[in-house]
């Protein structure tokens, strides 16, 4: 839907089978390694802030957060 966020994550180097997926410190997403990318459709509009890790799943090794803003307006 046009004007709803949605927020693309790649990453490369795990070596588990699986990802979890941070939004805001929580766990939104379990996602296959392979392909290594995934696409969080928040479905709010407007501004936002949203940081976002992933881990090596069940693990907490992980990435560096990131922070993801949108302005809205």
């Keep these: 839907m046009q004007g709803q966020q949605t927020v693309d994550l790649s990453w490369?180097?795990?070596t588990s089978n699986n990802i979890d997926i941070y939004r805001n410190?929580?766990?939104i997403a379990t996602v296959p390694n392979i392909p290594g990318f995934y696409t969080d459709h928040i479905g709010v509009?407007?501004?936002?802030t949203?940081?976002?890790?992933?881990?090596q799943a069940g693990t907490q090794n992980c990435s560096n957060q990131v922070t993801?803003?949108?302005g809205g307006g």
């Design 12 to 14: 490369n180097g795990a």
């Design 25 to 27: 410190g929580v766990l």
């Design 68 to 70: 993801v803003r949108f």
């Design 50 to 55: 949203y940081t976002y890790k992933v881990c």
């Design 45 to 48: 509009r407007g501004k936002g």
